[in-house]
């Protein structure tokens, strides 16, 4: 059976701030348990544009489902969508990954390929002897990542404050993301020093197919990265 990968983005008035952080505590445990569902995980999110721990964006929130395609919607997923001003959600369909998310391998690609728009996804948990050096590098791939050409939108993941940080970036196919990955010099070293240093006490990077858009694209920051670029 196909497996099916669904993020959802909540942009949350900060008066539910209170009523978030203790679904955070909660809700985790019941999406994981939910009949059908796989892999879960709810994430604090950044701004998009620095991929630090200075960059909090506590009115936004997102879970990622990796579920069968015959699973109901968890009703956490309706509560939240409840509590929020505005609701996107992203139907994916892996094409690759590489590495793992808490000891598993969540996205396992099923052939799937593209013509139209793609997200990729990094998450890392981060050494904490190596921590200081990365934080240090990040800006000018940060700056980079800002420009380049065929970006839709881009915001950073955590499942905590510091040390378990990703990012999630859609783009206009898949030559524009490959190009930014191993072309753009900035983003390049930044390769070659992870081999170097070993930032990473586990690290991921997935690649999926754009299947829909649903909801409010705003919230995924596609209103700022767009606003020249009508594509």
Known sequence: MDTVVTLHVWRMPTRSLPQ??????????????????????LLGTGTGTGFGPTDVDVTRWAALLVHDPTATPPPQIAAWTHLSDSHARVDLAPISSRGTWSGREPFPANGTRTDGMVLALTRARLKATRAATFWRAIPPVAAALHDAPGLLARFGIGEAPIGWQGTVSVWRSAADLVAFAYRQPEHRAAIARTARVGWYAEELFARFAVSGIMGDRGVLGWEQMTRSDPA
């Open 20 to 41: 978030v952080l203790g679904r955070m505590a909660t809700d985790r445990a019941r999406l994981r348990r939910h009949p059908g569902v796989r892999f879960a995980k």
